[in-house]
């Protein structure tokens, strides 16, 4: 498929990549994905696309090379215009393939592990390895405080790209229909995100019950002290059911759930990491005291007043119709100067 954009994933697994690419998916002629490990959930992918079995986020010399050689061949094949990768793996391997082949390429970083996050040693070793990469290709953030600090760490100019939402509206019935699932709560706090570390549900199960609200956690599978609801379909749904949502994650890049619960009029509570505080901007409350943040939201004249400032300010900023002339304009910018 000459002169098509090529997006690479090491897996797309329901998250803030798929949401992007989802988002831009005008701008995606072509999507090589690898493969989702564990009990995380597959997101649907309509468009044309090859898989790469051996594609995976965790670490095997053997069988990430023969992943790259698989990417090789797809890209002979496929002989793209632009390669876009998206997270670590796809975007060490996809940058390598794509010098090899000598094709344009942007990486997209949704979020970065490059500090705090390894052992020293290991993480002086991904550091080096990441600056090297950056090197051949154009790099992207999907937010302006990951940009600027992968600018330092990585001594390259980062582009920001912002993505977009958008979400059907929920059923009439939704918020009803969930509350008497859940033994009709007073008030109702959301998390999103799957059971991982990062995520720090037991930080938002703790915070939300002292303030007096039920902890509900969706993506999850098991959440001690809360409801769990693993994947759902209809998020719009389970946005309209709560009262408040909430982040409590240690590190963020551009989290999707709270934009979709601003799309879906719901204040926020999360603390301040990443570009956190440039998604909520004043549609909810950025502090490292979620208890504070949740009880002040017990008023629902506030939470009425911040939930419509998030509402209209995401629609106004992150319009997901813009996603796909932005990148465009992007790969025909990279085009000109490869």
Known sequence: MQGAAVHLVTRLNVGGIARFLEAGRDAVDVLVRGRVEGAETEAAWQGRQVRVPTLQRSLHPLRDTRALAAVVQALRKLRPRVLHTHASKAGALGRAAARLLHIPCVHTFHGHVLDGYFPRPLGRAFLAAERALARWSHVTATGPATATRL???????????????????????????????WGHPQ?????????????????????????????????????????????????????????????????????????????????VVATPVGDVPWVVGDGGIVSEDLASGLSRLRDPGLRTELGGRAAEAVRERFPAHAVAPRLRELYADVGRRF
Not at 169 to 177: H, I, K, Q, S, V
Not at 239 to 248: F, I, K, M, R, T
Not at 253 to 263: K, R, V
């Open 187 to 267: 008030l109702v706090a959301l998390a999103v995100g799957r059971s991982a570390a990062v995520k720090y549900h037991a930080r938002f199960v703790e915070a939300a019950r002292g303030a007096g609200y039920l902890p509900v956690v969706a993506g999850a599978v098991r959440v001690p002290g809360g409801v769990a609801l693993g994947h759902v379909e209809a998020m719009q749904d389970i946005y309209a059911a709560c009262d408040v949502s909430v982040s409590a994650s240690r590190t963020e890049g551009t989290p999707f759930a709270l934009l979709e619960a601003a799309w879906c009029g719901r204040p």
């Open 151 to 181: 600018q330092e760490l990585l001594g390259v100019p980062v582009e920001v790209v912002a993505p977009g939402v958008e979400l059907p509206a929920a059923a009439p019935d939704a918020r009803e229909r969930w509350r008497a699932l």
